[in-house]
């Protein structure tokens, strides 16, 4: 056959593919299809009557999927994707097709150079390729970021950030799938300067609104545990870089920066390799320096979880008590029962430094009760956690103060409804429940302190823990009362 009857048969093929009922028919030809690309030497016509027919057969119809995976399609095709020219399209045009509908073949295609050709493509032809082709190399970072193993793949795809986005889908969602992906985010933790790099980009971006949310998936690293076994929180330059950002005046950077290091901190370890850098201090300072909190909740937010989680470590706690009531006095002037909450729980954690301190400021104990009584469940909740732990710090000292033992006489209907309250609610965290039966029973134990505890309230306790007992099949008195360590 001669060059132009080449051309010709894969042309008319390529047209007969368009129809679904004749791909099956036309299996027989992918193999040639594919003899022909590897012909350099041939007219670039006919090597676009190829591209043409394989992009058109492999387009739903699995048996010519399979077909041309088996013969070594994938490696015709890097040939033309790093070629740059008009025919890299189409070649990537077949890929997608492979690809779309089916995840059959998503981690081989992963598994090649060709995400990175095609990125690499699309940031030379940017400025020359029509819409349609944009949004299948959009489908196809799409489908192959959750598959890959690479960093440098998200940092070049960020190099083309607003034209990601398609009709049906966003660039932030398109990133999303990539950040969820832990191979890619333990890429970013062993290549720091791929990681910084690639913030940057973020935020060179002008006037692109979904800045900010793509900015705040770099966090999103750390919440792979398989992070934690890198060398991202010694990493002294990502660490100084973190630094940079909560001492800066940006908002998005500041958030950015404490979301990072909050989802850092759930492990022990690096919480105090983090603490003796003396981050705790410096996310103190965002927060106590914010004036105006509610137009900045997302900040402060970020700021005071992470420094929660700083706190859960028993052997940081007494550390923080001095600044948790200045804490607790500046998240209770927001109208957000987010912030509130975070406050309580710091509060918490911070018995048992602060009991003075809140017998001889009794006002503050009273911002716990309100708090307690909130429409917000986890706000209550966490609240009435709070309260049990003031009691339960106080009756298992060796020599009960007298001014403690007047405040627990004062206060006994509120410690009385707490307990009663934790324990009435059904959850599935029996720490917390347990919580609330071990100050029972130490109420119950100082019966002579705490004259208020009524056989009526005894009885009331002992029936729900019995009822407790029934729903959940275990023997409260066995529970681990560690409730340090739940979050």
């Known amino acids: ?14 047209d007969r593919s368009k129809n679904a009922e004749e791909r099956p028919l036309l ?74 509908d089916s995840k059959k ?15 690499t493509y699309w940031i030379d032809w940017q400025h020359k390729l029509a819409a349609p082709f944009i949004n299948m190399l959009s489908v196809i970072c799409e489908l192959l970021y959750p598959f890959s193993k690479d960093a440098t793949l998200v940092f070049a795809g960020l190099q083309v950030l607003p034209s990601m986005s398609r009709s049906d889908i966003d660039s932030y969602s398109i990133f999303t799938k990539a950040f969820d992906n832990p191979n890619i985010c333990t890429s970013f933790a062993n290549n720091c300067d791929i990681l910084i790099e690639s913030i940057e980009l973020v935020l060179m971006q002008r006037d692109f609104h979904q800045k900010i949310p793509i900015l705040n998936l770099f966090p999103r690293i750390a919440e792979h ?32 920066a404490a979301l990072f290091i909050g989802n850092l901190t759930r492990n022990d370890h690096i919480s ?20 105006k909190i509610d137009e900045n909740v997302g900040k402060i937010y970020a700021c005071s979880a992470a420094l929660r989680h700083f706190m859960i470590p028993l052997s940081s706690r007494k550390h923080f008590a001095g600044k948790s009531l200045l804490l607790q006095d500046k998240l209770l002037r927001s109208s957000f029962s987010q912030l509130h909450y975070l406050s309580v729980s710091i509060i918490r954690l911070s018995m048992p430094y602060i009991l003075y301190k809140l017998v001889s400021e009794p006002e503050r104990f009273e911002k716990l009760r309100e708090c307690s009584k909130s429409p917000d469940a986890n706000l209550s909740l966490e609240s009435n956690r709070a309260i049990l732990a003031f009691m339960k710090h106080a009756l298992i000292m060796p020599n009960l103060p007298q001014i403690i033992c007047q405040f627990l006489e004062n206060k006994t209907e509120i410690f009385l409804d707490s307990v009663l309250t934790t324990i009435n609610v059904v959850n599935n965290h029996p720490i917390v429940t347990g919580e609330a039966v071990f100050v029972a029973i130490l109420m119950i134990k100082h019966g002579k302190i705490l004259w208020h505890c009524s056989s009526w309230w005894i009885k009331t306790v002992k029936a729900r823990l019995n009822l407790r007992i029934h729903r959940n099949g275990f023997v409260f008195y066995h529970l681990k009362l560690n409730t340090e360590k739940k979050n």
């Open 272 to 291: 105090s390799a983090l603490f003796r850098e003396n981050f705790p201090e410096i996310l103190i300072a965002c927060i106590l320096k914010e004036k």
């Open 27 to 100: 299996r027989e030809y992918i193999s040639q299809a594919l003899d022909k690309l590897m012909e350099i030497s041939l007219n670039e016509c006919i090597h676009k009557q190829c591209l043409r027919f394989l992009a058109n057969s492999c387009s739903e119809e699995d048996g010519n999927r399979a077909t041309f995976f088996e013969n070594k399609g994938l490696d015709v095709l890097k040939i033309y994707c790093a070629k740059a020219d008009e025919n890299s399209a189409l070649a990537y045009a077949v890929i997608h097709n492979c690809i779309l």
């Open 225 to 256: 545990n398989e992070i934690l076994s890198t060398n991202l929180h010694r990493n002294s330059a990502f660490l100084e870089y973190l630094k940079k950002f909560l001492l800066s005046d940006d908002s998005a950077r500041i958030t950015m």
């Open 105 to 119: 073949y998503r981690a081989k295609v992963a598994e090649t150079e060709i995400l990175h050709l095609a990125i």
């Open 1 to 14: 056959m001669t060059i132009a009857d080449d051309a010709q048969l894969f042309q008319t093929l390529a």
